[in-house]
């Protein structure tokens, strides 16, 4: 069986490429998402399932009912984009000014999209029931995981599934992780206050600008002196900002950053350490500080049994050398709120293709994959829920993707 939907599931290929390149074209920021899901959502409908909008905001869920009774299985995507202006010359470039898909989230939606197609095919061989989940707001906190499952999206989910096409990744390769794969990911505000004047007589002032800078470099001592080196983290001040004149020394200063942790033990070591030595750095220097600190997406922890069941399968699809363990990634990614609820795991797919310049990372202006990564993911997919429902074969000799006609290519 798992032959004929695989085969099936490529000639879906050039419809995938383009609603992949629609979304491209028509990108919405998370949280502002109104004519993708609607476009999922028709989409959906087509095919004959039971469709439910507006899951936690704008999600939405497609249901696959089997034909005989069974398990069920839940493949999630995301379809949100980021405030980037794409630098990409393509006829499927960004139409809307300062929006861009940069993270491969038209890549997820149109693969799951073709695998609710193919599969919907086959519903009279299938036993149980497949739910597809389209996650809207995967890129900004508090995402929009969390409200979709508290609107009912994981009941009665028996295992989850989700991917990431990778841009670090070659084509055709498959990365898995079991236990920890993604960080916990968090985000901390710091308004140091202090006196302003003229920049000619800084003797008169608490110059908050001096204060700040400072704070920046005490706050690289917590990773360093603070965190047990066998642990990973990060702590990244990602902005500064203070006055807008040369010669005036400004009231307040505004630092805006980020951690990454594993470990909830050390997240919680860094919290402190965060509002400990901004206090202790602006008291020093006769300033004062506001400080938040807001917990975003907890750390993505792959279920063993599930991890190893998807290697298992990539590897039987693609061959032991196109699937490897990798290392776990600082990104964080709210897929960790269904793996709290549900067993399952989060893989990634290879999408970097050097010689058509498709190997920018993630969140860069020229961000762009090769688009027969969906066919690698798709028949990842497929083949788990054939597993996990218990219907037909799984080793199939396969390469994981084709050629497509005429060359799919970054200008195409």
Not at 166 to 185: E, T
Not at 262 to 272: A, G, L, P, W
Not at 333 to 350: H, I, N
Request: proline content about 5%; some cysteine.
């Amino acid at each position: 069986m798992l032959g004929s939907l695989t085969e099936r599931f490529e000639e879906l290929f050039a419809e995938m490429v383009e609603f992949r390149r629609d979304l491209h074209m028509h990108p919405e920021l998370s949280f502002e998402e109104d004519r993708t899901p609607r476009k999922i959502a028709d989409y959906l409908t087509s095919l004959g399932l039971e469709v439910r909008t507006g899951v936690g905001g704008r999600g939405v869920v497609g249901v696959l009912e089997g034909a005989r009774p069974g398990k069920t299985v839940a493949l999630r995507a995301d379809f949100d984009a980021l405030p980037i202006q794409e630098e990409n010359d393509l006829p499927y470039a960004s139409k809307v000014p300062g929006v861009m898909h940069a993270c491969g989230h038209d890549i997820h939606t149109a693969t799951l999209l073709g695998v609710a197609k193919t599969l919907s095919k086959s519903r009279e061989e299938l036993s149980g029931r497949v739910v597809f989940i389209h996650q809207f707001a995967e890129e900004v906190a508090p995402g929009g995981a969390k409200p979709m499952i508290e609107d009912g999206c994981l009941d009665g989910m028996d295992v989850v599934y989700g991917a990431h096409v990778w841009s670090s990744l070659p084509l055709g390769k498959v990365g898995v992780r079991a236990g920890d794969a993604m960080a916990a990911a968090d985000t901390f505000e710091v308004k140091v206050k202090g006196r302003g004047g003229h920049g000619a007589m800084p003797h008169l002032t608490v110059d908050p600008l001096v204060v700040a800078s400072q704070l920046v470099l005490n706050l690289q001592q917590i990773v360093s002196r603070r965190v047990d080196p066998l642990k990973p983290a990060v702590v990244t001040v990602g902005s500064l900002h203070a006055g807008s004149a040369f010669n005036v020394i400004p009231d307040s200063a505004f630092l805006k950053g980020t951690v990454r942790t594993f470990d909830e033990e050390v997240r919680k070591e860094i919290e402190t350490a965060i509002d400990q030595i901004t206090q202790g750095t602006c008291a020093a220097a006769g300033a004062t500080a506001e400080v938040a600190y807001r917990r975003g997406y907890p750390a993505v922890r792959n279920h063993v049994a599930e991890t190893e069941t998807i290697e298992r399968l990539a590897r039987e699809m693609l061959g032991d050398e196109q699937v490897t363990e990798v290392e776990p990634v600082m990104g964080g990614e709210d897929f960790a709120y269904y793996l709290e609820k549900v067993p399952g795991t989060f893989f990634f797919v290879g999408g970097s293709n050097e010689e058509q310049g498709m190997n920018f990372p993630h969140h860069h202006p020229r961000f762009n994959v090769d688009e027969r990564s969906m066919l690698v993911g798709g028949k990842i997919f497929i083949a788990a829920v054939l597993e996990f429902l218990g219907s037909g074969e799984t080793g199939t000799g396969e390469t994981g993707f084709v050629a497509y006609p005429g060359e799919v290519t970054a200008d195409a």
